[in-house]
């Protein structure tokens, strides 16, 4: 799966690659606490690097641990779920003014060759020092959430939680190269279990665009997710 995982992000490094933005080095302004990844990520992350380094980032995020922080209460593909079952979703809280990812040092990413696709896809056509938010075009936003989708669908027996929380989880007993379904992340009560795909967030107007990267996705995953499009109801989440 991690191989499978790195595909899906050159996939996309491939796709987004020719569109416009703003960030570069030193641009730090949507880098805060309240990212988040699947355990699988966290097993990427945790496999390519150093015993060494794996340590001193588990030190830093003790350091400086966010006191408030996006804590997710659904996942990706649990949210596309219930918006197409027209049931309530759980009430989030989630403000960028909590403060800045604790991996950040001089603004610069310090785990940047193996950040999640949470930090990937988070991108701005105009500096968002300057307007306070990411701009985005809307057809990346759908490919993001698609691409969220997928990821979360090969972790379907994983979990999605906080950057903090989970590397924290796994520092107890620094469980590089463990399978991660089998971590006891369920007991510690701040992660959320992943879903497969049961509908993709695809709104009419990007479906044309859309189907040649559902394709590659599914021959990645191994599934067919052409049959789950259906139509856009969680693109602001």
Partial sequence: MIDRLTQIYQLYDRITGSAARACGPGC??????????????????????????????????????????????????????????????????????????????????????VRPFGCRAMVSETDCRDTGSAQMPSWVLTVNNVFLQAIEHLDQDGYSGNLSDMLLALSDNDVTGLDMQNHDLKNHGLFVKNEPITCLMIPPEHREQMAPIVRDLSELINTGLERNQGQDQGNDR
């Fill in 28 to 113: 730090a302004g949507c880098c805060t606490c309240n990212v988040t990844l699947t355990s699988l990520e966290s097993q990427v992350m945790t496999n390519r690097l150093s015993s060494s380094r794996r340590q001193a980032i588990y030190a830093i995020i003790t350091q400086r641990f966010p006191e408030k922080r996006y804590i997710p209460k659904t996942s990706t593909n649990r949210f596309a779920r219930l918006c197409m079952e027209d049931a309530d979703l759980p009430e989030e809280e989630n403000d960028p003014a909590w403060g800045k990812c604790p991996l950040l040092e001089n603004d610069l990413c310090t785990v940047y060759d």
